[in-house]
Structure formats: structure tokens, C-alpha cells
């Protein structure tokens, strides 16, 4: 097996950078697809905390002027990465946020922030950019659409475009495409036009030699009207070069054996620690402490994505089974007052923490005994793959990724010995209400919730899997191209 060097670009990566999901997989991937002898180098843009944790980095090219000041690629390493940062002040040196300014507001100018970032991607697939050249370019989400849409019009090696949520597409106003570089033939139906404006998640859908989403079932989902988001047409055209590959998790960062965000650590053979995380965890958030009432926790950004409002509604079915809720995000004001007033209306018995907090999120992993993710739509979800890991069962929506990493324990499949967690469809608050009573019958069996708990610890949640299957698309992607 020869060694396929893979250029990864995209905006977020864990630790340094992470409005979601995306910076864990970007953080976490390269390290799988290294087993599989593909070695990646990382593509980010130079946000101030990037450049601050950048070890060893070395000027690899210049630019002159790249949308309105010089701008440098550096390579060096941090996070654990082979990284590659795009230091441009001029558009990524300010407070605020990846995408935003401090009062929440989107940087006016994105288009260019973004396009600067794929434009300097080119140039390094194009051999351009210094002495690294990679075999083959992953991109992600729509911040690195144009990248496809460049590499199209000016050759160089395959492209495959990831769509982690189908939600964010980086739409701009028609005027910008006349500043991106792009021959005149990109403005069509088949390139980076899309209702009159221009799509840079739609180009890069439409010019990439493969796409991926993060997820079977999701990939399914958004070929349909229902959940493709206006690109369902465009999604079912793409065919078999539409393939759904489920996230994985870093089993070493999720680990509930060496985690030091614990009171104590604990295995599915050595549970106690579980116990004392459940307790710790009660107290930090004012729950009355105690561990035989069934506790669900969420952690989450907290918007209509997400469902939180059903669990708002279906709270006091919750409540009546004598259940507690840990609430741990931030996100959509009214969502953020309606658990801050839930917790206030029902002390001790629903604890609330607005904000961003990774050692909160591991304690709750850790304490709650069932994770809450009623998504009305959800391309893959991590924290119900953490919250296997951790043993606390995941009740899900029976949508995109939280269907395919979750097996219901219906009778059969709890006879089966198979079962992980709670499913329930559609997304709605009487469904939902339906499974938190199934729930809590569950949690009436100690020993059967105990067989599900000893079953979600066993599910394999690490990347091996994952990186197996892009390793082979990406072998497939050069044999084509070979041939
Ligand atoms: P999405 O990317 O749609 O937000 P995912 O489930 O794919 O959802 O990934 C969310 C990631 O962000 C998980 O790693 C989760 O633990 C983390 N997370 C979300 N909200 C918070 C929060 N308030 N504090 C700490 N971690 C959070």
C-alpha cells in the first residue's frame, strides 16, 4: 500500500479553534487516517489562538496580496497536527469569533475571509505553495467550498468535499463572484451559481470529485426535498459519489478510564467511579444528590436544530417520573431562558449551566445516566458517541447519525443483548414524551439498564472504522483519475 498525502482544509480544529462538532473531526481524523498510511497536513486559517499555539512554524510561501493584504502560509505543528496556517492578519487577527464579531454579528466580510482560505489551498494542491504537494484535498464545509470550484477550472489533484451540516452553506450576494477568481463558465448551474447568488457549499458539492456527509442516514436525508436544504437536486445527481461515513470520536480525549476532569475514573468492569462522577455532578449543578434518581443530561448548542424546545415542553413528563436534567450550552437567547427559568422553577431538580465548558461536558458524560439529543435533524452528532463511551444512554431522535450509532433497546434487541439506548421518531414532543416514560421503565430494571450500559461502553465510537473507509474512497478517487 503506497502512502496518499492528504491536504485537510477547514476553518475549526480542536482544541485551538471550535464553534462544533467539525473542529473534533478535524482535530481527530488525521491521527486515524495516519494507521492507514495517509499521512495529512492540515490547512487552517491563522485566527490569533492558531497562530499562538503554532510550534515550530516556518514561513513555506508568500503572498503579495490576498483580498487586501500580504498573507503567509506557515507549517509547523500544534494539536498534535502536521498544521499548515494561513497567517493573513488583514482577515483573521480580531476578537471575536471564527465567524463573527463579538456581538454575534457575521463578519461582513466572510466571503473574502473564506476565500482567501481555499484560494491559498489551491495554491498548495497546485504545487504552488512550497515544496509539500498533497495526492488529494479534503475540504470542509462550505469555508473551503471554492477550493473544488478553483481546483475544477485549474487541475490538480482530486477533491472531496465533506459536508458536516447542510444548515451552514456560506451564501453571498452575486457581485462577489466577480472577486473570486473564477473563470466566467463557474457562473452556471453546475458551478458556484445558486438562486441568483453565489453557493460556496453548493460549489463545492457540485465540483468535487467525491462529497461525503457524516452519516448513511443522513446522506440519505438530504437527497429528499425534506432534508436537503435546497440542494437535494443537485445531491441526487451526484450519485455514488455521495457517500455517507460516520464521525468517530478520539477515544483518548473521551476516555473514562484516564480522564481528569473525573472525581474518579471508572471502566464498564469498574463502575463506582460512575456513581461518584453522578454525585459530584448533582452537587455542581444544585440537584439534590441523589443517586438512584434517573438523571439526563444535554450538552449542546441550544437552537431549533438541536429540539431543545420539545424537551422544554415535554419537561414536566420528565419531571413526573421523578427524573432530574443537567443542562450544560449555549446558543438561541429564548432557549437559553427557558432552561435558566426551568432551573429556577424546579430547584434540585433541573441544573442549568449556560455557557461553554469541555470539563462540565466530561463530567456530565461521566454523571448523567442517559444523554438527551432530540434533534430534528442531525448529519452524525458526537455527544451521543461520547455518551456511549461514558455509559450514559443516549435518547435520541431517530434522525441521520443519531440512528445509525444508537441501537434501540426494544425487547428484542434487549433480549439480543444488542441494545444502547432509546430511539424515538418523529421528532416531536409527543414522541419524545413517549420515550422519556420507556425510559424511565428502564431505568426501573437496574440490572437490564446496567446490560445496556455494559453494551454502549462496548460500542466501537473510535475513528479505526471511519478512517478505513475515507482511506479506500481516497485510493479509489487517484485510481480513477489514473485511469
Ligand atoms: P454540532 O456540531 O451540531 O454542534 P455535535 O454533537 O456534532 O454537534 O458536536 C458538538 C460538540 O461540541 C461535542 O464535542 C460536544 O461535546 C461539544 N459541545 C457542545 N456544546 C457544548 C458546551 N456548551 N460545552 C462544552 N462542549 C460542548
Not at 135 to 151: E, F, I, K, N, S
Not at 167 to 192: E, K, M, R
Not at 245 to 272: F, H, K, M, Q
Not at 331 to 357: K, M, N, S, T
Amino acid at each position: 500500500m503506497t502512502s496518499l498525502a492528504v491536504l485537510s482544509v477547514a476553518s475549526e480544529v480542536y482544541p485551538l479553534v471550535k464553534t462544533g462538532g467539525l473542529a473534533d473531526v478535524v482535530a481527530a481524523l488525521p491521527q486515524a487516517l495516519a494507521a492507514e498510511d495517509v499521512p495529512v497536513c492540515t490547512l487552517v486559517p491563522g485566527y490569533v489562538a492558531v497562530l499562538a499555539a503554532l510550534e515550530d512554524g516556518a514561513e513555506v510561501h508568500r503572498f503579495a496580496d490576498l483580498y487586501g493584504g500580504p498573507a503567509r502560509l506557515l507549517r509547523g505543528r500544534a494539536a498534535g497536527l502536521d498544521l499548515m496556517v494561513l497567517d493573513a492578519p488583514h482577515l483573521y487577527s480580531r476578537p471575536g469569533g471564527p465567524y463573527q464579531d463579538p456581538s454575534g454579528r457575521d463578519w461582513p466580510d466572510n466571503a473574502w475571509r473564506f476565500a482567501a482560505l481555499a484560494r491559498a489551498g489551491a495554491e498548495v494542491a497546485l504545487g504552488r505553495a512550497g515544496a509539500y504537494v498533497p495526492d488529494l484535498v479534503q475540504a470542509h464545509d462550505w469555508q473551503t467550498g471554492l477550493l473544488p470550484a478553483y481546483l475544477h477550472a485549474e487541475g490538480g489533484p482530486p477533491t472531496v468535499m465533506t459536508a458536516h451540516n447542510l444548515a451552514f452553506q456560506g451564501i453571498f450576494p452575486a457581485p462577489v463572484f466577480g472577486t473570486l477568481g473564477l473563470p466566467p463558465s463557474a457562473w452556471s448551474i453546475d458551478g458556484v451559481e445558486y438562486y441568483g447568488s453565489v453557493g460556496y457549499l453548493k460549489a463545492g458539492i457540485a465540483l468535487a470529485d467525491a462529497v461525503t456527509t457524516v452519516s448513511p442516514s443522513y446522506a440519505a436525508e438530504i437527497r429528499t426535498a425534506a432534508g436537503g436544504m435546497g440542494l437535494d437536486g443537485l445531491l441526487r445527481k451526484r450519485g455514488e459519489r455521495l457517500l455517507g461515513i460516520l464521525n468517530g470520536i478520539d477515544t483518548a480525549v473521551w476516555d473514562p478510564e484516564t480522564d481528569t476532569a473525573l472525581p474518579a475514573c471508572y471502566s464498564a468492569a469498574r463502575p463506582a467511579g460512575r456513581t461518584l462522577s453522578k454525585v459530584a455532578l448533582q452537587a455542581r449543578l444544585g440537584l439534590d444528590v441523589q443517586p438512584n434518581a434517573l438523571l439526563y443530561g444535554v450538552i449542546s448548542r441550544l437552537t431549533w436544530q438541536k429540539g431543545l424546545d420539545l424537551l422544554l415542553e415535554a419537561l414536566p413528563t420528565l419531571l413526573g417520573t421523578g427524573a432530574q436534567l443537567a443542562v450544560l450550552g449555549t446558543g438561541e437567547p429564548a432557549l437559553q431562558a427557558g432552561f435558566a427559568a426551568a432551573a429556577q422553577a424546579h430547584p434540585g431538580r433541573v441544573g442549568c449551566v449556560i455557557g461553554y465548558d469541555e470539563k462540565l461536558a466530561h463530567l456530565i458524560q461521566a454523571g448523567v445516566d442517559a444523554l438527551l439529543v432530540p434533534s430534528r435533524f442531525e448529519p452524525c452528532g458526537l455527544t451521543q458517541l461520547c455518551a456511549l463511551r461514558y455509559g450514559a444512554l443516549p435518547v435520541v431522535a431517530r434522525v441521520g447519525g443519531l440512528a445509525d450509532t444508537v441501537v434501540d433497546a426494544n425487547e428484542m434487541a434487549a433480549a439480543a443483548g444488542v441494545g444502547t439506548g432509546v430511539l424515538f421518531a418523529p421528532p416531536s414532543r409527543d414522541m419524545l414524551e413517549a420515550a422519556l416514560l420507556r425510559t424511565a421503565r428502564l431505568w426501573g430494571d437496574r440490572e437490564l439498564w446496567r446490560r445496556l450500559q455494559r453494551n454502549a461502553m462496548r460500542t466501537d465510537v473510535s475513528w479505526k472504522r471511519p478512517a478505513a473507509r475515507y482511506a479506500a474512497l481516497f485510493r479509489d478517487l487517484l485510481a480513477s483519475r489514473a485511469a
